[in-house]
């Protein structure tokens, strides 16, 4: 395994976020990379609403699972591909609000599996408050499986 | 607090179902409405993957998720609005297939909350196969707090 | 990696089980081992007790994750050891009875993860209830890691 | 509803753990007590090591989740009683240590649901480190159930 330098990282997490075909759909960008840390904002829009108008808990999860996701990747070797092994989400209040930002921290970064801590903020006027809150474990996958990120 | 014949809840989670865009945006149809289970169906399209061409995590959670929601809606009292609590995915082998299909189940139905099951399986070729698991809590929102499903 | 006949799988699971003294200090019985099913029991002790009197949430997850993990190494090569990754449980109503049942059952086996479905029922008189449901990973963790089960 | 002084709070939580009689059979100490946020240690003990040796992951749960629990009534009204709805458990390294520590956070207090952060360190010979980490739902209930805390 060969480890990254930042400019790598940061090429690899923009490279593999912009075959998420999903995200562009969404209408979500990514604003952050750091090592460890990844932020993804999305603009509210009706398409992507629930029943009462609010942000559908799905789009305001996929965010933050990307984000989760992207966040282990930054710090795993070049020659694996990252996969979602499962999430946990608390939706915290209802998603309003005209902008979501969704957080991804990498808590534990294992060989294998990574742990991960999300959150989505929602910016209401001029304020943000937290409207939800991942636990997410994210998987290492070798190249002789076929994937590359 | 007043009861639902069977009639009543499948038009009120039809059109509580045909109010979420998001719904609508990922192409997901409601092809089962039974009182305690949902069913949701989606094609695949490229528009919902992620970076190996998946379906994306959040998409997959997503119907799910509307599943368990209708389903804990189809067992609670009129005058009240469903908002989802939490839920847990894992994902069990990479959403591979033309076709996937939710099923939400109500393991508890509670006067406030309510736990379900929620799978997702995906459909290549003629087989189907189970990709993904989901357990969820469901809320009962008096109408005071201004929602209606 | 070798597989087991039914023999070997039992008589594994059963030196493992014997070796958790934390069931033996629950007072846990294994009553049940079948190839990815696995069912424990535990009477109702006032040494198990939350502020109300009912078995502890702690006490009803811990069954419930060892039913869970054995069902999952049941099911694994000779040559590995088995970690719960983590786990969801939902406690469905306060844990009242004379007796308690975990059930573990895999869901998914796979090389590296396993996904188990759980479930505790509690027996208060002559009837079962279900009490909690939970969802969990599992992890086959090689010999060379110096854990053997 | 009645809102409590600091004094009111925590005799109130030292009154209610003391009633868990799984703590003292587990040898967990409540060690911290402030308005959101409960410390709970635990020193090992092989009473209650899983097949390996480690910490079962059950203890480990269970004092995350009685951290949480209080954490979440420290910040609720004097006339309900708190319950776990389910929580959600990341074990990130095998539990070793001489003493672990584990600490329980409200991130959000509802009226009715408030959503807790914990997390379980172990001390092993001068050094503390991140074992598991949870995220868990606290309900309060009202006195009218017969419950009290």
Redesign the interface.
Known sequence: MTSMSNLDFEARCRT??A?????S?LGAVLVRLAPGEVIIELPFS???????GFL????V???A??ACGYAALSLMPQDV?V????????????AVGMRFRATGKV??AGR??S?C?GSVEAQDGTQWS?IA???A?M?AVPDRDG???
Chains 1, 2, 3, 4 share one sequence.
């Open positions: 593999s976020f075959k998420q075909q999903f995200m759909t009706s398409q992507l609403t629930q029943q009462h559908h808990a799905g789009a999860a996929s965010i699972d990307s591909a996969l979602t092994v499962e999430y946990k989400v608390n939706l915290l209040k209802p808590i534990k294998t599996l742990v801590s937290l809150l991942m636990q474990t998987m994937l590359k990120d």
